[in-house]
């Protein structure tokens, strides 16, 4: 539908579509990645809370592709109406829009921001059997052997790749990036032996992690988080600018009457707060917030800026 069309029809649906009778049948929320990774569990995870606070089914579907533009652009040209949401983040709407060709859309101009989830950091994780115990050991390995190690992401212009090509600049190696639809699909892999190394985000690593089925080197996180105490963060091993949260979080297309989203925002609030989904994310270490929905697009728009320039001098690239 033109854009056009999509703001006459916002303004339609602002006399007739409001919080008291929202929502009326099911809500879709599209998951831009593929099933497993962090934003599909955090979108089913928040999609049963949102269906039992509000008595309405919110369904997951997943469409990945393309660091998650696919999925997002599939919900900027459907009609504003609180019926098809996205769970957006930092790699749809922050980082793929300053990779070579950019994206088909505005992170800012062409969506609602509704609410932030939340997200674990990234993880830099090996296969057990790879000769490296530590983060330094592994920059000395891939130096001995420039381009013949090779690491997995969920995809092109995805935050798992970026932390991983910062990280290369940084440490001045020659790793083979392999990227795939989907966090776990890379995880599959680095237990099967097919990649050498992982960068995705925690959530998706942990069991293989736990389980002694990969070997995590590094966090993104500021500090060591309390679940995980024996993983160090890049920033104590020498690399203090690779400090990153892989967020997640909810939007809708641009037009969104303003009641529902705030409605929105506050449902989502009070499921984050439930003891048991705090409990969930703090084992994949996702800590909460409480931002409103204006804070939330002030959060999005800062973190543009931000990227920015670090997406750009990392040399990542779409795939």
Known sequence: ?????????????????????????PVKIIAPFAPGGTADTLGRLIAQKLSEQLKESFVVENRP???GVVGSEYVLNSPPDGYTLVISGIASHVIAPHLPGGTPYDPLKDFTHIALLGGPPAVFAVQPSLPAKTLKEFVALAKSEPGKLTYGSPGP?????????????????????????????????????????????????????????????????????????????????GYPDLVATVWFSLSGPAGMPQDIVDRLNAEVRRALELSDVRERLRHDGIVPNRLDAKEFTAFVADEVRRWGPIVRASGAKKE
Request: without cysteine; charged residues 15%.
């Open 1 to 25: 539908m033109p854009r056009f069309l999509l703001a006459l029809a916002a303004l339609t649906l602002s006399f007739g579509v409001n919080a008291q009778n929202w929502p009326a049948r």
């Open 65 to 67: 592709g393309a660091g």
């Open 157 to 237: 212009g995805t935050q798992g790749q970026l932390v991983a090509e910062y990280f290369k600049k940084l440490a001045g190696i020659d790793v083979l990036h392999v990227p795939y639809k989907g966090a776990s699909a890379a995880v599959a892999d680095l237990m099967g032996g097919q990649i050498n190394a992982v960068s995705t985000t925690l959530t998706t690593a942990a069991g293989p992690i736990k389980g002694g089925r990969a070997r995590a080197l590094a966090l993104s996180s500021a500090e060591r988080l309390p679940d995980y105490p024996d993983i160090p963060t890049f920033a104590e091993q």
